[in-house]
């Protein structure tokens, strides 16, 4: 089945404790990021990647990192979280420019 | 800045009446617009994508237009039903290599019966 799966699904971790949400997708797709989204924000895109060691930033990068070794992989990694990161992240993934963007389930983060 | 906005932000109407969302945009230069229906606490999915060349767009009950001269697009549900009960999300693409995709806020639609 083609997907895009993330995890953990949820995660609660301490201030500073460095953590990576994995994100992995079947379709071959060249191009993929992730987004944040809060309450009355709606998703804010936080990195992309239009491919394989390719990575440029979002609206809201600072905090984070990600990396693109490879096709299918696009990790998330936050190496000193805050509770201004608590939120809900998805993982998409999209062949091209007219392609529908295919998400995660997300993964629900709480920094405490 | 490439903007995305959307109208209302919420809507709640009555299960089998239909419903127009909104959505307006400054992306430029344009490349597509897509509309996404999200669950809560799920990933959106997508329901439609349109190019410059295309008014209309069906996807059973949810139709699609697009104005690209006003930089318009409406969203048109049909014989609502509960399930449609979702935030619905218009997201403009930009024709650049760069960061390709602009989101709106959305609007959260209820159903009830």
Same mark, same amino acid.
């Not at chain 1, 995890?7 to 990576?20: A, E, Q, S």
């Not at chain 2, 597509?32 to 295309?54: A, C, H």
């Given at each position: ?21 994995t ?9 993929? =990021?992730? *987004? ?5 924000? #709606?998703?804010r ?5 239009? +491919?394989?060691e ?32 608590? =939120?809900? *992240? ?5 062949? #091209? ?7 995660? +389930? ?7 | ?14 299960e ?42 069906s ?34 693409s ?5 960061n390709?995709?602009?989101?709106g ?9």
């Open positions: 089945e083609a997907q895009v799966t993330q995890n953990p699904r949820y995660l609660i971790t301490v201030t500073g404790k460095k953590l990576t949400v994100c992995s997708q079947n379709m071959n797709h060249e191009y993929m =990021s992730w *987004y944040r989204q809060d309450p009355g924000l #709606g998703l895109q936080i990195y992309y990647s239009m +491919n394989v390719v990575t440029d930033k979002g609206d809201v990068p600072e905090g984070y990192k990600v990396s693109r070794k490879e096709k299918r992989n696009f990790p998330l990694i936050l190496e000193s979280p805050s509770p201004n990161q608590t =939120s809900l *992240y998805f993982c998409a993934s999209m062949t #091209g420019q007219y392609s529908p963007l295919h998400f995660g +389930n997300g993964t629900r983060l709480t920094v405490t | 800045k490439n903007q995305v906005e959307q109208s209302p932000q919420s809507l709640i109407i009555l089998g009446k239909n419903c127009t969302l909104q959505c307006n945009y400054t992306v430029s230069p344009f490349s597509n617009l897509r509309w996404y229906k999200q669950d809560t606490g799920r990933g959106p999915v997508s329901l439609t994508i349109m190019t410059f060349s295309e008014n209309t767009k996807n059973g009950r949810y139709t699609a237009t697009l104005d690209a001269d006003t930089k318009q697009s409406s969203l048109h549900i049909t014989a609502s039903q509960l399930s449609d009960s979702a935030s619905y999300i218009c997201v403009v930009a024709r650049d290599a760069g390709m995709l602009t989101f806020g959305g609007t959260r639609l209820m159903v009830k019966p």
